[in-house]
């Protein structure tokens, strides 16, 4: 699940799914708010094998919709990793308190940025073992 | 001698003298006469002489005594005169307002030039008033309770502030004491005053100075920190916002150029490449001026800290050549922030290596010495070196003296540099010729 308000960066990230031939179904929200609605609202939904997670997004921001997916018992154990542009170091500390497995600074080169989804992909979708 | 002769000048010892010659005179004087002659009627007439002889003899020393005490009489009123004039004087004459006061009715006995000039009251304008008229009426309880305590303990212990109202309506604060005195035979009050009005005033005004001031550094502070708050608020943005559009220029420009790869010209496809590089070089400004703010806006942590570890640490890292020759001094230690420092040392050092990169036996320096009464820290090479006028321009932000083909770089290391050490209370600064390598060195004040 692709959670960020920046459209070119939504299909960014698909196209670089797409060129790792990562096959996986992505589900996509706008902001956070839409995110905790499609995970919580459902309850018989499956839930994503891994939420790649924006930081500055309108309405509900990535640490807030962190923090509730934390509290809620069906969302607690999700792999959340934050995929953002920023490198501050109060949003890397905070990402983590709020119960994030991992943080991740988006790369502006786009042969970076596939590598990072690449790798990404490669260890939540295949190596990753889920309770 | 002569004070064995006023020792003799006594009253006892001039009647004692007198009696033991009255005696001599009474007892001798008739035989030694009758000696000299038998005739009865001759003899009678030198007892006449020796008679008149007598009185001379007394009269001489008497008329010498006499005007000796009457001199000492004159010296000593002449003396007591003097004196009197002296203390009046001091007291007339005095810097400050004094006066003299009856302790029963609390009317004026005395008053001095001081006191007269203070209040603005003639002698007789004080004439029939108690000390009361010159003071404000709610001290009058105050004062009151000091004059009785003066009059049954001697002296009042402090000094009093009151208010002092003079003939022309003003206030003024005054500084009383006051002393129980023995004036012209009779038990007194001297009212001893300090006009401390305008002494009060400046320590008022310099009461009223520090809370002003207290109050614009407590305004400068919040200015400063709002602003501080609003950089911070801009570095954020500027973090998160500036990054995603050259994301999409990135990542959208590379995927026309694969999808289109048969149509393209090469031209076209070398345009594209363009496009991406310099996004990418933007995104690496951007990173850079993030990481440049973040050094002015971190939190010092200052510790013993040793250079030369640092500098060695950082050489291993470096793409030296083997040809070069490195100089580390040892031990060399400071108090300082230990991250900034390896910031700061790397920066130094791979510009060092960087510029020295295309000359022959390369050498690089990093020691210490003493200039003045500083301790100077440097590191120098023997590369391309800068012209020396360009010195203070270095230091700027993305300021470059070299072409991106000749070496490559953001004008970036030497602002970073310049900041860590400011931020240490230190000064950097350069000194180099075109050809001749570059010196750069640094002092710590923290």
Partial sequence: ?131 | MLMQIKKLLNPLSIALLYAIFGSVWILYSDRWVANLSDDMEMLSQMQTYKGWFYIILTAIPLFLLIKAHQRFVLESAQLLKSTEKKYENLFLSNPYPICVVDPETLGFINTNKKFIQTFGYTIRDLKNQTIHHVFAKKDHPLLEKIIRSTLTTGDQNEPIIVKGEPKNDSVISIELMIYEIRFQGQITLLFQMRDVTAELLNRQQIRDLTVHLERTVEERTRQLSSVNEELESFTYSVSHDLRAPLRAIDGFSNAIAMDNKNQLTEESQEYFQRVRRASQRMSQLIDDMLRLSRITRASLTIKEVNLSKIASEVMTTLDVSKSSLVTIEKDIQVDADEGLMHILMSNLLSNAVKYSSKTDNAVIQFGKETQGEQIVYYVKDNGVGFNNSDSNKIFKPFQRLHTESEFVGMGIGLATAKRIVARHGGEIWAEAHSGEGASFYFTLNS
């Fill in chain 1, 1 to 131: 699940m692709l959670v960020d308000d920046n459209k070119d960066d939504v299909d960014l990230t698909i196209m670089a799914l797409k060129f790792n031939q990562i096959a996986n179904e992505v589900k996509v929200a706008f902001n956070g708010q839409e995110a905790v609605d499609m995970l919580l609202g459902h309850d018989d939904s499956p839930l994503p094998a891994v939420i790649l997670l924006d930081i500055n997004m309108p309405k509900l921001n990535g640490l807030e919709t962190l923090k509730i997916l934390r509290s809620n018992e069906r969302t607690k154990t999700v792999p959340i990793v934050i995929l953002t542009s920023s490198q501050e170091e109060q949003d890397l500390v905070a990402g983590y308190q709020s119960g994030a497995n991992s943080y991740i600074k988006k790369p502006v080169d786009f042969e970076n940025f596939t590598e990072a989804i690449r790798q990404l992909g490669m260890y939540w979708l295949a190596l990753n073992e889920l309770p």
